[in-house]
T-cell receptor, first 115, second 114 residues
């Protein structure tokens, strides 16, 4: 069965600092990988996705993620964090095929941004 | 698009009562998903529809849970004989097959079972 681990429950950074959120997955075949962001009172929003091809993917709001098969990782990065990035971030893996919307999510990482 | 809307936003009920939630997906989306999220956890898949057909159900969806999407538009999720363990945020998401990998989520219905 597929699974996702986000080792950091809570991360605090200063505004303008760089950010890396960790994600490790377990999946037997080539995974479909996603990062979603959830702000209080709002629905989850897709930041970026990886299906195949270039292992460095660019997303919205200046985020990027790198797929590393050898490490079973898909870490999310941003070079300079803004106060509006404070939210909860979820990594997810999907089976693809006809079940592409059936995702397994990690437990999430809460990001706090200090001014 | 007007986004995915869910109703109600909050529901408080007593143990043993039945509750029903509604989800209105983005109008042209043919796939609709239900997820459940408990405090401190990521969303867990419950079930999904393509048009009006329910194609898959998770083992999390006990026989007290039933979901419908009668005309391939809105969907309802009913929980019968609620238990305290049913307390969670119930999330709906929709997608369009051609862009199926991108799910659009609603804000959810927060259920509290007393």
């Amino acid at each position: 069965a597929q699974s996702v681990t986000q080792p950091d429950i809570h991360i605090t950074v200063s505004e303008g600092a760089s950010l890396e959120l960790r994600c490790n997955y377990s999946y037997g075949a080539t995974p479909y990988l996603f990062w979603y962001v959830q702000s209080p009172g709002q629905g989850l929003q897709l930041l970026l996705k990886y299906f195949s091809g270039d292992t460095l993917v660019q997303g919205i709001k200046g985020f990027e993620a790198e797929f590393k098969r050898s490490q079973s990782s898909f870490n999310l990065r941003k070079p300079s964090v803004h106060w509006s990035d404070a939210a909860e971030y979820f990594c997810a893996v999907g089976a693809g095929g006809t079940s592409y919307g059936k995702l397994t999510f990690g437990q999430g990482t809460i990001l706090t941004v200090h001014p | 698009d007007t986004g995915v809307s869910q109703d109600p936003r909050h529901k408080i009920t007593k143990r043993g009562q039945n509750v029903t939630f509604r989800c209105d997906p983005i109008s042209e989306h043919n796939r609709l998903y239900w997820y459940r999220q408990t405090l401190g956890q990521g969303p867990e898949f419950l079930t999904y529809f393509q048009n009006e057909a329910q194609l898959e159900k998770s083992r999390l969806l006990s026989d007290r849970f039933s979901a419908e999407r009668p005309k391939g538009s809105f969907s309802t999720l009913e929980i019968q004989r609620t238990e305290q363990g049913d307390s969670a945020m119930y999330l709906c998401a929709s997608s369009f097959t051609v862009q199926g990998e991108k799910l659009f989520f609603g804000s959810g219905t927060q259920l509290s079972v007393l």
